[in-house]
């Protein structure tokens, strides 16, 4: 039994690894650090693109910097981590997520509440009424949200419950 759960656990272990690694290639290849700067008119330009490709360490190979920020976050474990500065450099990552991690725990938590409030309010209104044209929509609404993207979903919510509910209230 511990065979079976230490094989487990070092399979998980390196799916985060795959799955940390996947991601730090997807957004090394994506984005670019320097844009800002390559299309500045700024007259020490080659002076700042230098100074930024050698902070950020772009001269060498996306699995050298994959390593060097692996082991960042493996300090945490003995609390000398580090997440990196951002692009600019003015500041560091682990700072800036201090200050977002509050407000996604508020986001889930109340996307959760009102997902449980929701759906079970619906399910005892539909479950009360089957076969009608209530139940009918329910059913429709429900596969037609759960069939689309997350994201896609945030997006139409932020426009729509957010941009333009708050226009409309301005009015």
């Known amino acids: ?14 799916v985060l690894v795959g ?30 693109i230098a100074e930024r490709t050698a902070r950020l360490r772009l001269d060498e190979s996306v ?3 994959f390593g060097a920020w692996f082991r ?22 682990a ?7 509050p407000v996604s725990v508020r986001l889930v938590a109340t996307s959760v509440i009102l997902g449980i409030v929701l759906g079970v309010g619906m399910g005892v209104v539909t479950a009360l009424r089957q076969y009608s044209s209530l139940d009918y929509l329910a ?13 896609w979903v945030a997006v139409l919510f932020k426009q729509y419950a957010g941009i333009r509910l708050n226009d409309f209230l301005q009015e």
């Open 19 to 48: 799955a940390l690694f996947a991601t730090y290639l997807l957004v090394a290849l994506t984005a670019n650090p320097l844009r800002d700067l390559a299309t500045s008119s700024d007259p020490n330009k080659a002076h700042l």
């Open 63 to 65: 699995l050298v910097r």
């Open 1 to 14: 039994m511990v065979r079976f759960i230490g094989r487990r656990l070092g399979i998980g272990v390196l």
């Open 72 to 93: 960042g976050v493996i300090g945490y474990l003995w609390g000398d981590g580090s997440l990196g500065t951002t692009v600019r450099g003015d500041a560091q990552v």
């Open 95 to 101: 700072n800036l997520m201090t200050g977002y991690i």
């Open 139 to 151: 059913s429709f609404v429900a596969f037609l949200f759960y069939a689309m993207p997350t994201f």
